[in-house]
């Protein structure tokens, strides 16, 4: 029976991501992908196609690509996709290539997505059976949480946009889950190689060095060291192979060994490539210092723009260095209440960065919602959840009304759009609490259970479980 | 490749004789044939006023059209018209004015500059266009600007009769007003070439008295015959275009900036028995043979563009010595490179390609190879291959690391 139920939600999952796919290639179909990649909320200063499209001319002309500040990427993204921004073929849209391009990074970051929900899952239930509290848990309904995840990745319009709307962020996305891909499955080159290329590409996800420590040295998620203490002191015994294993530094030491490898050869890679323009400084002052001071104020779905338009001379490098300070030093405090699910850990940081960094985009969220379906089975009691789905509907819905009230008709201004900006921030601020309070409630629901388990074992009573 | 660019300097030993000595034969006739051809003008008039000519009018914005959609800009025409149609209080379509009765097409859109409209358009005016002899108050948008490099195209339609155009009703221009005015713009140098095009009945007469070189003139009737509206157009309730200037927008509409359809194609468009009467064309002052000249000379506006590379501070650029070559021969002959800026992108490809080719060819591969690397040449493709390598780097490290 319980094969049988797996198999058919394995046959739904694999419909449903046919159908994502080829919802994507319709959509490509249309004339001009429906003019999403000129919408401020899809394609930024730094994930727009047209500027990469004006950084491979101006390489092709034999000038720096960054010339003109319009370019602020990788240069080896302007190799590997540059080619694909002039070819034509007949009688297809013009992009088709790098939407293809888009798609397959989409279907790929989908699969690895779901390979590291399994994983998870499977570690989380071993570590509940070492806890004996897998009949409990049996009883409610548990989701594949790979599945679930990577089906939200798919079918999220917030994706399908970001994925037809031309922007390089389903690339920028398929590196970060690499990352934790790797860690996940202790992978090390892997996880070494997705981390540096996501910190090549865009420079917030070196923070994830600190979930992926984490989860080389410890594994994936379980419950605190001391729910496994309590659990088995009361018992009286200490069975020693049902514990899990302490912090191991072998395997962050081989981590540090490939990232070093892979920053090097990357390093060498654009130094060789834009030799001539400048050299590896001018490329960490377009892409590095471009995003963290600032330059382009041009208006997106965050709140920097609006602030920074405004701000003295005076006072600018010091508000840059509170709004930087802003993601820097939530990061300790996770960290350290968090250290026993990096996983857990990575989503919140994944979203505090896509909420604060300097140019979000719909791309961006993208990736937290996709990684926060690994974690629906915990968060099947999270409040306002509905208050949050309508907030990200709305939200959705009236950033283009104000963005066009305010630049095309005139009749609305910068107030209009900066509006939803904050409202979107608001909401994602929200689900990072709710989240995270989500989580505690769950670990304090697995802290009742034990105790009360531990409790009922002494006294000799069944006791009910709290739904 | 390399014997091109051996045989650059030969080639220019072979050419320096033969520009010398075409450049004293140049001296020695007029000075305006040694001019290149460097602009296209327009000017168009139409001489009607009041709702009952309104084919004229849809008649000139319809050549209007056409000459802006196959490149001459704004600044380069000089459109008068009357211009009470299209706000007429007996005009169903306010602010549109149609040539055919389909109403595909408005002709007044968003894009329309008259330059002379209502009663400036005059005998007075339109000579004093022709001849640049105005108060000094005249904006320049209503001066024709020429030079002796341009050619000037000259569009006229109305009611005419024998040797006559009669103007708003009120006053009439004659042939021998036009000739003199021609004969003084090539005193002054004021035309390279120029096309006469007229659309009246009696058409043919009114440039019975040219005498200037370099001037192509074709009317839509011959002494004697009328030239005839085309249709009725039944909803705006009058004829909505001529037949001469139907047929010769059939011709035009096929085709687009690039074509290099020649004059007598379009000369000999004609049909009589179509227009009701005879397209008569004089070409006895034309030196040129219309076959070899296109109709883009005088109706569109394509300009030779020579790319220099001067602004940019970086390396010259992989084909420049080509571009070199190239302009300096096409100096001395008058053909227009249509094609130009689609051609830079194929050689550029094309280009691209070839050093990868003599990469492979040479004999010790590390001794060039790290020459071509200190020279800057040949980086893309390093950093391609190491882009390429990087993912089976990665498989087999994961694998075996496993």
Known sequence: ?467 | METFNNSKPILLFLLLPCLLLYSLIAFNSSSVEAAMHTNNWAVLVCTSRFWFNYRHMANTLSLYRTVKRLGIPDERIILMLADDMACNTRNKYPAQVFNNENHRLNLYGDNVEVDYRGYEVTVENFLRVLTGRHETAVPRSKRLLSDEGSHILLYMTGHGGDEFLKFQDSEELQSHDLADAVKQMKEKHRFKELLIMVDTCQAATLFNQLQSPGVLAIGSSMKGENSYSHHLDSDVGVSVVDRFTYYTLAFFERLNIYDNASLSSSFSSYNPSLLMSTAYYRKDLYKRNLEEVPVTNFFGSVMETIHTDAAYKALSRINSGRFEAQTSLDQSVHHIEKRMPMKVNDQEETHNIIPEGEEGASKCPWSTFWNKFRKGENVDTLVNYGLVAMIPLLVISTWLVQ
């Open chain 1, 1 to 467: 029976m319980e094969k049988l139920k797996k198999k058919i939600g394995s046959i739904s999952f694999w419909k449903w991501v046919i159908a994502s796919v080829i919802f994507r290639l319709i959509l490509i179909y249309f004339p001009q992908n429906l003019n999403l990649s000129s919408r401020p909320e899809v394609s930024t200063p730094l994930t727009s196609f047209r500027r990469l499209a004006e950084g491979y001319w101006l390489k092709q002309s034999s000038m720096s690509p960054y010339a003109g500040s319009m370019y602020h990427g990788s240069p080896l993204l302007l190799l590997l996709l540059g080619p694909l921004t002039v070819k034509r073929i007949e009688g297809q849209p013009n992009h088709i290539l790098y939407s293809l391009v888009s798609v397959i990074a989409d279907l790929v970051s989908a699969m690895l997505i779901r390979a590291t929900g399994q994983n998870l899952q499977l570690a989380y239930l071993r570590t509940l059976g070492s806890l004996d509290l897998v009949k409990q848990i049996e009883g409610s309904e548990i989701h594949p949480s790979g599945d679930v995840a990577a089906l939200i990745y798919l079918c999220n319009p917030f994706t399908i946009v970001a994925c037809v709307g031309l922007s390089t962020s389903p690339i920028e996305n398929m590196a970060v889950i690499l990352c934790l891909y790797g860690a996940c499955s202790r992978l090390i080159p892997l996880a070494a190689f997705g981390w540096v290329i996501a910190t090549h590409l865009s420079l917030y996800p070196a923070i994830l060095i600190i979930p992926v420590i984490f989860l080389l040295g410890r594994g994936p998620d379980a419950p605190p060291w001391k729910l496994f203490l309590q659990r088995h002191q009361q018992n009286g015994m200490l069975n020693q192979s049902k514990l899990p294993p302490g912090f191991s530094w072998g395997p962050i030491i081989r981590f540090a060994f490939w990232s070093l490898v892979w920053s090097v050869y990357v390093l060498v890679l654009c130094g060789i490539s834009l030799k001539q323009f400048g050299g590896l400084w001018e490329m960490f002052k377009s892409t590095y210092g471009f995003i963290l001071t600032v330059e382009d104020l041009s208006p997106n779905i965050g709140v920097l723009w609006y602030f920074f338009a405004e701000v003295f001379e005076f006072f600018r490098s010091f508000f840059l260095i509170v709004f930087h300070v802003n993601i820097l030093f939530m990061i300790l405090p996770l960290a350290i209440r968090l250290h026993h699910r990096p996983c857990y850990l990575a989503f919140v940081y994944v979203a505090i960065f896509s909420m604060l960094k300097s140019y979000p985009s719909v791309g961006d969220s993208a990736l937290y919602l996709g990684l926060l379906g690994w974690f629906v089975n915990e968060f099947s009691d999270m409040q306002f959840s509905l208050f949050l789905f309508c907030g990200y509907v709305g939200v959705s819905l009236l950033s283009p009304v104000m963005h066009n009230l305010w630049i095309w008709r005139g009749t609305g201004n910068a107030n209009f759009y900066f509006a939803t900006a904050m409202v979107y921030a608001c909401l994602q601020i929200v689900l990072v609490v709710e989240g995270v309070s989500a989580m505690l409630n769950h670990e304090r629901k697995l802290r009742r259970l034990i105790t009360g388990k531990t409790q009922d074992s002494k006294s000799g009573l069944l006791s009910d479980s709290s739904p």
